[in-house]
Nanobody
Framework: QVQLVESGGGLVQAGGSLRLSCAAS????????MAWFRQAPGKEREFVAT????????YYADSVKGRFTISRDNAKNTVYLQMNSLKPEDTTVYYC???????????????WGQGTQVTVSS
């Protein structure tokens, strides 16, 4: 069982930056690929970024490529999402997710956090 707790969301002006964190419980964090998704009310969940177990491989949605960076610290059981050059359309709830062994861009992840709200004002 893996529990995920996101933090770092908030209100920021367009062009600003935020860093989201996701702390994972358990001793097997390094066995899981990690990802960030986002979902606005009434819309489908959208893939944002994923990172492999060791952190050597990352993949991003086209909408965030060049602006967002996913990283992880396996010693701290934490995954991060650095978000720069934020736009109003980035406003939504962001979720971290864990998938056993292999990263994926689909939402078939094993564990999910409760989400953190990001609001970008114009």
């Amino acid at each position: 069982q893996v529990q995920l707790v996101e933090s770092g969301g908030g209100l920021v002006q367009a062009g600003g930056s935020l860093r989201l964190s996701c702390a994972a419980s358990g001793r097997t964090f390094s066995s899981y690929a990690m990802a960030w998704f986002r979902q606005a009310p009434g819309k489908e969940r959208e893939f944002v970024a994923t990172i492999s177990r060791g952190g050597s491989t990352t993949y991003y949605a086209d909408s965030v490529k060049g602006r967002f960076t996913i990283s992880r610290d396996n010693a701290k059981n934490t995954v991060y999402l650095q978000m720069n050059s934020l736009k109003p359309e980035d406003t939504t709830v962001y979720y971290c997710a864990a998938r056993y062994l292999v990263a994926a861009t689909g939402d078939d992840y094993n564990y999910w956090g409760q989400g953190t709200q990001v609001t970008v004002s114009s």
